[in-house]
């Protein structure tokens, strides 16, 4: 019952900047982290960045602190992820991932984007 579209993947040149943005809708009472994922070709998927949404903590994969920035907007429901100084490495396909409590049920939910994909020339 929660759905996840995701925008703002593209093809830039190195040192370039793309930002994008995943937006949850559906019969959700709360939402309590969101983050990002990516998977290059041959390579296994790994978590970028997320944010808790109580405390707003942030957690970064060491490749991109300094460059990226994820950030969340609670009335829309959508989190960014800014990605500034891109490199090649960057190049893969990126997934939402967002968890939370349904409405009337209350049970935990996971939902993930079905990708966007961000590629960087050298």
């Known amino acids: 019952q929660v759905q996840l579209v995701e925008s703002g993947g593209g093809l830039v040149q190195a040192g370039g900047s793309l930002r994008l943005s995943c937006a949850a809708s559906?019969?959700?009472?709360?939402?309590?982290?969101m983050g990002w994922y990516r998977q290059a070709p041959g390579k296994q998927r790994e978590l970028v960045a997320t944010?808790?949404?109580?405390?707003?903590?942030?957690v970064y994969t060491d490749s991109v602190k300094g460059r990226f920035t994820i950030s969340r907007d609670n009335v829309k429901n959508t989190v960014y992820l800014q990605m500034n100084s891109l490199k090649p490495e960057d190049t893969a396909v990126y997934h939402c991932?967002?968890?939370?409590?349904?409405?009337?049920?209350?049970?935990?939910?996971?939902?993930w984007g079905q990708g966007t994909q961000v590629t960087v020339s050298s």
């Open positions: 991932h967002v968890e939370g409590r349904l409405r009337a049920s209350f049970r935990e939910f996971a939902s």
């Open positions: 559906g019969s959700f009472f709360s939402i309590d982290a």
């Open positions: 944010i808790i949404s109580s405390g707003g903590c942030t």
